[in-house]
């Protein structure tokens, strides 16, 4: 997950977002019916790279839309396991980041 987690940020970072997604969504996929917090978060964070990208496009109203679905996912990183949740802690710190500097208002 660490490892993951960690090219997911360097993709962020680097405005690649759609490579992002697909990262998360190869992680996502085979565990989407499970409802743990650790499977919703990822859910979570595919949508909060999804808004990026739309912002990229240029459609902010419906990149704002996508990053409230991702919000709503947020307080579940306090229902995982604690090596997890350091993992998690550090992708949202970048998703905030990036927010920031793209939908910030």
């Known amino acids: 997950m660490k490892d993951v987690c960690a090219r ?3 993709l962020v970072e680097r405005g690649e ?5 697909e990262l998360l969504e190869e992680l996502w996929f085979p565990r ?3 409802k743990s917090a650790e499977v919703l978060l990822i859910k979570g964070y595919i949508n909060a790279s999804t808004a990026f990208e739309l912002a990229k496009r240029g459609r902010r109203d419906a990149a704002l839309r996508t990053w ?3 919000l709503k ?3 579940l990183r306090k229902s995982v396991a604690s090596d997890t949740a350091e993992v998690f802690s550090e992708v949202e710190s970048a998703l905030e980041r990036v927010y920031g500097h793209l939908l910030g208002e």
């Open 8 to 10: 997911f940020i360097s």
């Open 32 to 34: 989407r019916f499970e």
């Open 73 to 75: 996912y947020r307080p």
């Open 17 to 21: 977002y759609y490579d992002a997604h």
């Open 68 to 70: 409230r679905v991702y």
